[in-house]
């Protein structure tokens, strides 16, 4: 890695409002972080392939919800699964395959739900919850920010 790329790295930050960003390979470490505010809690890991080995957790985080009609009941239990990281949503492995989950699907810890792509990487979501897809909040191929809502599961 060279300085122009280090650079680039330091424009995507600013670009992004990214506070903290470490990324280590076999001989090299790199580790950026800008002041002000606190750094985020989501892993990266770059895996040799292209997908990253045993992917990448997301944060699933209980969130009562709102809801008209006096149903507030049935969705106060539903939860979040957030973006680790920011980069690019996809739903499928590839344009050719099926979706991870659609709605209604039942999902465990270990299911994978999506792909984020960051810095030509993809890093496979995990849905780290037990449940029942009840929501799909982001569309195929749109950007992701770091802590955004991607799915809301109703846990089983």
């Given at each position: ?34 002041g002000g505010v606190a750094p985020?809690?989501g892993s990266y890991d770059e ?31 539903d939860m979040e699964i957030k ?74």
């Amino acid at each position: 890695m060279d300085l122009k790329d280090i650079k680039a790295i330091i424009d995507l930050m600013k670009k992004n409002s990214i506070s903290e960003f470490e990324l280590e390979r076999q001989d090299f470490k790199i580790r950026l972080k800008r002041g002000g505010v606190a750094p985020p809690t989501g892993s990266y890991d770059e895996g040799q392939s292209g997908y990253v080995s045993g992917g990448t957790l997301a944060t699933v985080v209980p969130m009562p919800l709102p809801a008209p009609g006096g149903s507030a009941a049935a969705n106060a239990t539903d939860m979040e699964i957030k973006a680790p990281m920011i980069g690019t949503f996809y739903r499928a492995p590839s344009p050719e395959a099926g979706n991870y989950v659609e709605i209604g699907a039942e999902v465990n810890p270990d299911t994978v739900v999506c792909i984020i792509e960051a810095m030509k990487v993809m890093n496979e979501i995990k849905a780290e919850a037990k449940g029942v897809i009840s929501s799909i909040l982001v569309e195929n191929a749109k950007p992701v920010e770091f802590g955004q809502p991607m799915f809301k599961i109703r846990p089983a």
